[in-house]
């Protein structure tokens, strides 16, 4: 799809660019059933180490493709497809097993705002503003959506975020949790150094570590439990265990291979 743009290089760090410029990124109802997509398919790749999303040109994303919703979203059947396609693409972001993160630059706003929520991380720069104009437009913000939001910033910010439909600069975003890091040598370039770094680390850990701090957040511990063990079972009897330790007595930094 020429509108998603996906790249890999060798140390497995694929990029994810949303590909309208001239729209800001906007997302059509085609672009939201391609990251699903997208992003279901690296959760089944070993090669894939990190993911991040960004958008060509000055803008991260617009949000969602109102122009299209006459023809998309024109009934309450359409309207539930519709929401659906977004739903199905934020949660493949979410499950995504792998770190992700979102390198915000300019826009990121309404869709394109939860879509950076749904990342593990998000980096920006000076030129970012994030916001969702739900309230401009007489929208009631999903529970989905809204729930990444209140565990970005909080209840009271989350209320401020969707009461106002306000634009909020790079430093309240960074103020209130809409973004993580801010990269003076931009977005793109921070977030790409953030995933060299991330690469270099262990695949098991990283994978083992989202699954215990998604279930601590969501408060699932005990229905993880399991699912916690095994992870922690398959890392001690790991490869890459065994090449941390030697690497350890060697004074160099592992290679790590994700088994």
């Keep these: 799809m020429d509108e998603i743009q996906v790249a890999f290089d060798a140390a497995g760090i694929a990029v994810v660019t949303l590909n309208r410029p001239e729209k800001r990124n906007?997302?059509?109802?085609?672009?939201?059933?391609?990251?699903?997509?997208?992003y279901r398919d690296f959760a089944r790749r070993s090669d894939v180490r990190v993911v991040i999303l960004t958008g060509a040109g000055g803008h991260f994303c617009?949000?969602?493709?109102?122009?299209?919703?006459?023809?998309?979203?024109?009934?309450?059947?359409?309207?539930?497809?519709?929401?659906?396609?977004g739903r199905s693409a934020t949660q493949a972001i979410m499950d995504l097993p792998q770190?992700?993160?979102?390198a915000v630059h300019g826009y990121g706003v309404g869709?394109?705002?939860?879509?950076?929520?749904?990342?593990?991380?998000?980096?920006?720069?000076?030129?970012?503003?994030?916001?969702?104009?739900?309230a401009r437009l007489s929208i009631v913000y999903g529970v989905l959506d809204s729930g990444l939001l209140l565990r970005a910033v909080g209840l009271a910010k989350a209320k401020l975020v969707l009461y106002s439909g306000r634009y909020f600069p790079i430093g309240e975003c960074q103020a209130m949790g809409l973004?993580?890091?801010f990269a003076e040598q931009g977005a793109l370039s921070g977030a790409q150094a953030l995933a060299e770094?991330?690469?270099?680390?262990?695949?098991?850990?990283?994978?083992?570590?989202k699954v215990v701090l998604e279930a601590l957040a969501r408060d699932e511990v005990e229905q993880h439990s399991a699912e916690i063990a095994a992870l922690q079972e398959a890392a001690t009897n790991s490869e890459d265990y065994r090449e941390a330790r030697q690497a350890f007595l060697e004074k160099r930094m592992p290679l790590f291979k994700g088994r």
Excluded: H
């Excluded at 770094?197 to 570590?209: D, F, I, T, Y």
């Design 99 to 102: 770190p992700t993160i979102a």
């Design 26 to 38: 906007v997302v059509s109802l085609a672009m939201w059933r391609g990251l699903g997509e997208i």
């Design 197 to 209: 770094e991330l690469s270099k680390r262990a695949p098991l850990s990283q994978r083992g570590a």
């Design 62 to 85: 617009g949000g969602a493709d109102i122009s299209e919703f006459s023809k998309v979203r024109n009934s309450v059947e359409d309207a539930r497809a519709y929401g659906e396609a």
């Design 179 to 181: 973004i993580d890091i």
């Design 111 to 134: 869709g394109g705002c939860g879509l950076a929520l749904a990342c593990d991380m998000r980096v920006g720069d000076a030129t970012t503003q994030m916001g969702i104009p739900a």
